[in-house]
Structure formats: structure tokens, C-alpha cells
């Protein structure tokens, strides 16, 4: 982080930075009746039908993810990584944002996407694990594993970090709850087009490139 106050960017990272739900991909690793029932819960707390905290613990007793699983995740993202999103990031840092993922997945399986996309700091959940790798719970006191969790994180920032413009991305109603504590949201339907999202964001996009533009 540089030391001028910064402009800082926000981005979601499943169905926005990448084109997968990684939590459903997690549950497609555990066979078709896991899957069914974790996608039904991530679509029902994304379009805004279900409250996050109802699905969150649920979906990972559920799955019980591994360690191991991190790693096919993060190969995941980067697999289906949105097509403009790296030169994107490269241009709104030349113009002096700090990008942050700001995701209720999970740390691990992210990292390897923000480095790709030259992005330092990621804010999302942190899982444990035994020592053998075993799923052992998730950090319940992260505020992206509820609603309204989003601007509560964002607030959070803006009170250590001081930047001078905020901007938040993202396709899911988990995003769009950030409005309030942003200068500028941007609704994103380049993978899944949401009509609750699509209906509440002054801006709209369906490629990341067009971020730029909007976010001067
Ligand atoms: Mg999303």
C-alpha cells in the first residue's frame, strides 16, 4: 500500500473475477447430491432469497472440504478467470487503485488468482484444517460470512486504510449491499446476470474492461 491515501477497488471473486462458484465446485467434488443441495443454497443466498449466515455453515458440514481441495479450486479460478480481468487490474493500478478481493470463498483457494491478477490483499474467509488436512471449521467471525457483510467489511477498511475513493464490483446481492458504503458499485453479469443486482446498480457491465471507464 502506497503511502497517499488510496482509491480502493473491491471485487467479488466467484462469478466475478472467475467464472465459478467455488463452493459449488467444492461440492461437485463430494458427488451430485452434495452439489445439488450447496447450489441450491449459494443460489438462493446470492439472488437475495436467503439470509448468507442461513447457508454458510450449512454448505461446509456439507462438504467438508480438505485441504487438498484448495488446491483444485484454485486451479479452478485460474482456469476461467474472467478474460479482461488482468489487464483491467493492470490499468486501474496504473491509474492509482489498489484492487481488493472481497469474497465470502475461501483464502486459500483464492490466492492463486490474486497473484495472477497482481492483486496483494484479499479479504475472505480463512478455513481450518487438522493436522491431517481434515476440514476443522471456518473463521466464523469474519463479517462475508453473513449479510450485509460486504459494507461491513468495506466500513471496516475505510477506517484503517483512509482512501480517498471506494468502488465495489460484483454480480451477487451479497454485493450490491455494498452501495451504501461505497462511492461507486458496479454490478457485474458477464458470467450469471442477476435480476435483483442488474435492477439495483446505477452501473451495470458485462466485461471487466469496462471498468476503467466508469471508474475514471
Ligand atoms: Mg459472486
Redesign the pocket.
Known sequence: MSAHPPKLVFF?????LSGI?GVDELARLRGPTVLAAVAAMTTAA?EGGTPLEQVFARRLDLIRPRRADMDVIGRLYLEHVEPTAKETIAELKAAGWTPVVLSAGYTPAIEPLAKLLGIARIEAVQLRFDAAGNYAGFDESFPTTRAQGKPARIRELKRELRPVRTAMV???V??LEATAAVDVFVGFGGF?ERAKVRAGARHFIHRLSELPALLG
Not at 12 to 16: E, I, P, S
Open positions: 467479488d471473486c466467484d462469478t466475478t462458484e446470492m460484483g454480480d451477487g451479497s454485493d450469471v
